[in-house]
Each structure stands twice: as structure tokens, then as C-alpha cells.
């Protein structure tokens, strides 16, 4: 069973991370977050859960309104060829449907089957915000702490400025 978002909060409690849950209407896209997210204050993000030609994973992280050029990422993170993965994918990777893709799922990737990218202009913000395994919150927590909570999970993320 993937984590729940109790989990998660008892997870973050657990390795003394500070975080404070919005809750709001399910939020599948980016316009659909912007119009409804009052006054969350911190970095509003992006998550793109893809796949390479060499059947590699990779969730890359970045601002909200971060164009990534698909074709240029690639050679930008080491990857071969990418395109998005699939739900059956998503949900069996990181334990999320779509609308839901966060680095808070990396609870439930303890393999560590999926490569993590952290853009540092997303890092550069003191707060950043993301779903907490669904998409009817948000939670806040301190970019520090977000890499804290990466490497908990057994991940060593590449982080640059994409």
C-alpha cells in the first residue's frame, strides 16, 4: 500500500521537518493551482514524472511557470530521450495518481527505482510548496528541508538550474 498523507506528515514529524497543509479542491494542472491558491506563501511548483527511451524513471522539480524544453532536458539531466509516464507507471513508481506527482512520493519509491531532479531556482526560494500525495493540499516546508526529506527517502537528487 503506498503511503497516505497522515503517513507522510508522521514521516516529516519524525525527521523534525516543519510543514503546514493547505487543504482546497482537487488541483489537477498548474492554471487550475494558480486560480485557486489564495495565499500560500513560497515557491509554487512543477512535477514532471517521465520516462527515457532506456525504460530509466525521472521526476524533475521546478517552478511552476519553468518552461522545459523536452527536447534540450535530455542531455541536461543525462537521460536518453524522454517522454511522460504512464498512470499504470506513476502509480506503481510513486504510489500517485496524475494531478498528484510530487517528491513527497518518494516515500514510496524505498528502491529508489526513480532519478530525482531538483532545479536550484526552485531551491533558491526559502518556502516551497507541492501535494502531499494528493491533489486536495498543499504543503509548505523550507527548500532545506525538502532535500532533507529526499535523502531520507534514499535518494541522491541532481540538482541544477534547468
Given amino acids: 500500500m503506498p ?6 506528515f508522521q514521516c516529516l514529524d519524525d525527521l523534525a521537518i516543519a510543514h503546514e497543509t493547505t487543504h482546497h479542491p482537487a488541483l489537477h494542472t498548474v492554471s487550475e493551482s494558480q486560480a485557486v491558491r489564495g495565499q500560500i506563501a ?10 527515457d527511451k532506456k525504460k530509466q524513471t525521472w521526476l524533475v522539480c521546478t517552478l511552476e511557470d519553468k518552461p522545459i524544453e523536452m527536447k534540450q532536458l535530455p542531455g541536461q539531466i543525462g537521460a536518453a530521450r524522454l517522454s511522460f509516464g504512464s498512470a499504470d507507471r ?6 500517485v495518481l496524475p494531478g498528484s506527482v510530487t517528491p513527497f512520493a518518494l516515500i514510496n519509491d524505498p528502491e ?33 528541508d525538502l532535500l532533507r526529506f529526499v535523502r531520507a527517502c ?9
Fill in 90 to 95: 506513476l502509480a506503481e513508481f510513486l504510489g
Fill in 42 to 51: 513560497g515557491a509554487h511548483n512543477k512535477n514532471l514524472f517521465l520516462r
Fill in 154 to 162: 534514499g535518494h541522491d537528487p541532481l540538482m541544477l538550474r534547468l
Fill in 3 to 8: 503511503a497516505s498523507p497522515e503517513d507522510l
Fill in 112 to 144: 529508489c527505482r526513480v532519478k530525482v531532479v531538483l532545479d536550484t531556482a526552485m531551491l533558491d526560494h526559502e518556502q516551497v510548496n507541492f501535494h502531499p500525495l494528493v491533489n486536495t493540499m498543499t504543503t509548505t516546508i523550507s527548500s532545506t
